[in-house]
């Protein structure tokens, strides 16, 4: 099977910046996405193709790929920003696979 | 705006049988491929199936190959998941997705989700 690791949390003050990492192995051979979930809503795509931003994204997002891990980083961070972050790629023999997330805690 | 409601989960016993729904709207539902993605506390975010827009392309993870089946109707902006030889392990949350409209590799939007439960 195919795993993506994340560490389980990360805190930041606010107006820090953040950086939230994905480990897989030979994860630069795939495209990773990056979903925002906050406590009672729906999951919202915020990075794709590693560092595409959709519509709506703020820029304070960005998505960064190198070895064996991506990296989210969040600049300047707000309260609004804390949530569940995971990490997703498309595996050529696994399908979807997420990562366990990582909880954003702002200080 | 795009919303996805999903319907249709349940307390089921093994074996039994569900079928999931999803009503789309706030797009043109016929030019997305859709999925299901399912979570548990224990083993986090699993994708079970995408469709493409016109139904040529299909796809389910191992562990429900054989048992799910993944259809829509484009007439209607619905997705179904039926659900048969269900078990135990097959209890979560199902995600309504909407992938791209050439690529089924992320989801831009999720539904809030429907609870099934398998259980004797």
């Known amino acids: 099977s195919y795993v993506l690791t994340q560490p389980s949390s990360v805190s930041v003050a606010p107006g820090e910046t953040a950086r939230i990492v994905c480990g897989g192995d030979?994860?630069?051979?795939?495209?990773v996405h990056w979903y925002q979930r906050k406590p009672g809503e729906a999951p919202v795509l915020v990075i794709y193709?590693?560092?595409a931003r959709p519509s709506g994204t703020p820029e304070r997002f960005s998505g960064s790929k190198s070895g064996n891990t991506a990296t989210l980083t969040i600049s300047r961070v707000e309260a609004g920003d804390e949530a569940d972050y995971f990490c997703q790629v498309w595996h050529s023999s696994r399908g979807g696979v997420f990562g366990g997330g990582t909880k954003l805690t702002v200080l | 705006q795009v919303q996805l409601v999903e319907s249709g989960g349940d307390l089921v016993k093994p074996g039994g049988s569900l079928r999931l729904s999803c009503a789309a709207s706030?797009?043109?539902?016929?030019?997305?491929?859709m999925s299901w993605i399912r979570e548990t506390p224990g083993k986090g975010l699993e994708w079970v199936s995408y469709?493409?827009?016109?139904?040529?392309?299909?796809y389910y993870g191992d562990s429900v190959k054989g048992r799910f089946t993944v259809s829509r109707d484009n007439s209607k902006n619905s997705l179904f998941l039926q659900m048969n030889s269900l078990r135990v392990e097959d209890t979560a949350i199902y995600y309504c997705?909407?992938?791209?409209?050439?690529?089924?590799?992320?989801?831009?939007?999720w539904g809030q989700g429907t609870l099934v439960t398998v259980s004797s």
């Open positions: 997705a909407r992938g791209g409209t050439t690529a089924h590799y992320y989801v831009f939007d």
């Open positions: 469709i493409s827009g016109a139904t040529s392309k299909i």
């Open positions: 193709y590693d560092s």
């Open positions: 030979n994860i630069g051979s795939y495209s």
């Open positions: 706030g797009f043109t539902f016929s030019d997305y491929y």
